[in-house]
């Protein structure tokens, strides 16, 4: 009777253990499927090399059959982790190319700089040592280059406009910074001054004159300063005042035949924008200095020129 019911436990100890692996095995991943089954086998085996004799006959015998429950669900959790695993390594992993390979942003590309020989600088200054040079300014449309003109006629002076020298030198072949300064322009914005004073003074080198008039220049303070440092003081500037309207009338008029591609209404108003928050600062310095002769632009172009005909007569002691 003893040996028929030790039978009967052993028997009931391995269909407890054979129940609890097959649990596990069905609940794991097909990836560790394989390597589980393995250990479900060593647990079977351990089940049936079990002796009856050993086997206590108190309910401590479900210990073993726990025990090697436990054993086989956690070597089947560490089998199975590193399997798990790898794909999210091998996925990171591949992710450190993509980024490693991502283009970065193209730095903004800035205005090439004029290297300046200081030796052949010096040389520059001295031949320009004794000229003369008014800066005429005014808003766009104001009427700077008809009385100008006028000027050159009557008193000799050399007309300079950085505007004409600027759009020449984009128009050059060649050019080095010849659509920088169409981009500028065409969004009412001021060149770069290290551009338009090399300009402008290789330009009064060229003429072999001694009087300029610089026209519309300079146009913000930068450029004031750094033109009397590096090529000549200039000896006054003559501002023409003229409304908005006024010269806003104009500058559609004659952008019926100009051509100009900064001669329409968009345009126009950064162009006014522009010089009232960067150029009216320049007139303020000069002001200050009592180095600003104002002429009202609202007469007829005749009548306005007799007013600065006046003031070049004083300064320069000159009546033609």
Same mark, same amino acid.
């Given at each position: 009777?003893?040996?028929?019911?030790?039978?009967?436990t052993s028997?009931?100890?391995?269909?407890?253990?054979?129940?609890a692996t097959s649990t596990?095995?069905t609940?794991?991943?097909?990836m560790?499927?394989?390597?589980?089954?393995?250990v479900?086998?060593?647990?079977r085996q351990?089940?049936?090399?079990a002796?009856?004799?050993n086997t206590?006959?108190?309910g401590?015998?479900w210990l073993?059959?726990?025990?090697?429950?436990i054993?086989?669900?956690?070597?089947a959790?560490?089998l199975?982790?590193?399997a798990?695993?790898?794909?999210v390594?091998?996925?990171?992993?591949?992710?450190?190319?993509?980024a490693?390979?991502?283009?970065?942003?193209?730095?903004?590309?800035?205005?090439?700089a004029?290297?300046?020989?200081?030796?052949e600088q010096e040389?520059?200054r001295?031949?320009?040592?004794?000229?003369?040079?008014?800066f005429v300014?005014?808003g766009?449309?104001?009427?700077?280059?008809?009385?100008?003109?006028?000027?050159?006629?009557?008193?000799?002076?050399?007309?300079?406009?950085?505007?004409d020298?600027?759009?020449?030198e984009?128009?050059?072949?060649?050019?080095?910074?010849g659509?920088?300064?169409?981009s500028?322009?065409k969004?009412?914005k001021i060149?770069?001054?290290?551009?338009t004073?090399?300009?402008l003074?290789n330009?009064?080198?060229?003429?072999?004159?001694k009087?300029?008039?610089?026209d519309?220049f300079? =146009?913000?303070? $930068?450029?004031?300063?750094e033109f009397?440092?590096v %090529?000549?003081?200039?000896r006054f500037? /003559? @501002?023409? +005042?003229?409304?908005?309207?006024?010269?806003?009338?104009r500058l559609l008029?004659?952008?019926e035949t100009?051509g100009?591609?900064?001669?329409?209404?968009e345009?126009?108003r950064?162009?006014f924008r522009t010089?009232?928050?960067?150029?009216?600062?320049?007139?303020?310095?000069?002001?200050a200095?009592?180095k600003?002769?104002?002429? =009202?632009?609202t $007469?007829s172009p005749?009548?306005?020129?007799?007013? %600065?005909?006046?003031?070049f007569?004083? /300064? @320069?002691h +000159?009546?033609?």
């Amino acid at each position: 009777m003893f040996a028929s019911a030790a039978a009967r436990t052993s028997l009931s100890r391995r269909a407890v253990a054979l129940a609890a692996t097959s649990t596990i095995t069905t609940t794991t991943t097909s990836m560790a499927s394989r390597r589980f089954l393995s250990v479900s086998n060593v647990a079977r085996q351990a089940a049936n090399n079990a002796s009856p004799k050993n086997t206590p006959k108190s309910g401590s015998n479900w210990l073993p059959i726990a025990g090697l429950t436990i054993l086989a669900a956690t070597s089947a959790y560490f089998l199975m982790s590193p399997a798990d695993a790898a794909p999210v390594t091998k996925k990171a992993e591949s992710a450190k190319p993509a980024a490693a390979a991502a283009t970065p942003a193209a730095p903004e590309k800035k205005p090439e700089a004029i290297v300046i020989d200081e030796s052949e600088q010096e040389k520059k200054r001295q031949a320009l040592a004794d000229t003369t040079v008014v800066f005429v300014l005014g808003g766009p449309g104001a009427g700077k280059g008809t009385q100008c003109a006028n000027l050159v006629r009557d008193f000799g002076f050399v007309h300079l406009s950085a505007g004409d020298l600027l759009r020449a030198e984009q128009e050059r072949p060649g050019s080095q910074y010849g659509e920088l300064i169409k981009s500028y322009i065409k969004e009412g914005k001021i060149v770069p001054h290290v551009v338009t004073i090399a300009l402008l003074e290789n330009a009064m080198l060229e003429s072999g004159q001694k009087r300029f008039l610089i026209d519309g220049f300079p =146009r913000k303070m $930068d450029q004031a300063l750094e033109f009397e440092r590096v %090529v000549v003081p200039s000896r006054f500037t /003559l @501002f023409f +005042e003229c409304p908005e309207e006024v010269m806003l009338q104009r500058l559609l008029k004659r952008g019926e035949t100009s051509g100009r591609s900064d001669d329409n209404i968009e345009s126009i108003r950064k162009r006014f924008r522009t010089f009232t928050e960067t150029s009216m600062p320049v007139i303020d310095h000069y002001s200050a200095l009592n180095k600003v002769h104002t002429v =009202r632009c609202t $007469d007829s172009p005749e009548g306005v020129y007799q007013k %600065v005909k006046g003031i070049f007569n004083d /300064l @320069f002691h +000159e009546n033609k």
